[in-house]
């Protein structure tokens, strides 16, 4: 996305609203136009930052995210993650698994909650997450199930790499 155009909008605006104050007001408005530019930027930055924050919470548990490329914004749109590792994430050869494979407590609606977690709790938790091959939020789930269900926890473990899979099955 392009910012130029909104400050040059904001400049002309600015030449504008100065031309009703005279001479003295135009020249000082082009003063002040070069140094507010990266102001604007910024503010511009902050707002677009808190729309896909609101966006964000409205498409859970898709998401939208500000990036920057160089100085100008980019918008990325993480529809919702699945449970599952993407093809891409599990190898060429890993084939997905069959749709009606969830655990119990996995299957129907979903909430979205924010969880904060000390770094080296959180650096564990992606370490065991790459090891099954799951995403971390479907570590995260059949965690959270396994404590609330502790004999249902290990019956729904897999390891596996490549085709072979070895591991619990219900």
């Given at each position: 996305?392009?910012?130029?155009p909104?400050?040059d909008?904001l400049?002309?605006?600015?030449?504008v609203?100065?031309?009703?104050?005279?001479?003295?007001?135009?020249?000082?408005?082009?003063?002040?136009?070069?140094?507010?530019e990266?102001?604007?930027r910024?503010?511009?930055?902050?707002?677009?930052?808190?729309?896909?924050?609101?966006?964000?919470?409205?498409?859970?548990?898709g998401?939208?995210?500000?990036?920057?490329?160089?100085?100008?914004?980019?918008?990325?749109?993480?529809?919702?993650a699945?449970d599952?590792?993407?093809?891409?994430?599990?190898?060429?050869?890993?084939?997905?698994?069959?749709?009606?494979?969830a655990?119990?407590?996995?299957?129907?609606?979903?909430?979205?909650?924010?969880?904060?977690?000390?770094?080296?709790?959180?650096?564990?938790?992606?370490?065991?997450?790459?090891?099954?091959?799951?995403?971390?939020?479907?570590?995260?789930?059949?965690?959270?199930?396994?404590?609330?269900?502790?004999?249902?926890?290990?019956?729904r473990?897999?390891?596996?790499?490549?085709?072979?899979?070895?591991?619990w099955?219900?």
């Open positions: 996305m392009q910012l130029d909104y400050i909008l400049r002309r605006e600015l030449a609203a100065a031309s009703a104050g005279g001479e003295e007001a135009q020249a000082l408005a082009e003063r002040l136009t070069a140094p507010l990266s102001a604007i910024l503010t511009l930055l902050e707002a677009l930052s808190a729309a896909t924050d609101e966006i964000t919470r409205e498409l859970a548990p998401s939208v995210h500000l990036r920057l490329r160089g100085r100008e914004p980019d918008f990325v749109v993480a529809p919702a699945t599952r590792p993407s093809p891409d994430a599990a190898g060429p050869s890993a084939a997905p698994p069959p749709a009606d494979d655990a119990p407590g996995e299957k129907g609606a979903t909430s979205r909650i924010n969880l904060r977690l000390p770094d080296d709790i959180k650096t564990r938790v992606e370490e065991a997450a790459a090891r099954e091959r799951i995403s971390v939020n479907a570590w995260l789930v059949r965690a959270a199930a396994s404590a609330l269900d502790p004999g249902a926890g290990a019956s473990r897999f390891s596996g790499a490549g085709q072979r899979v070895t591991g099955a219900r």
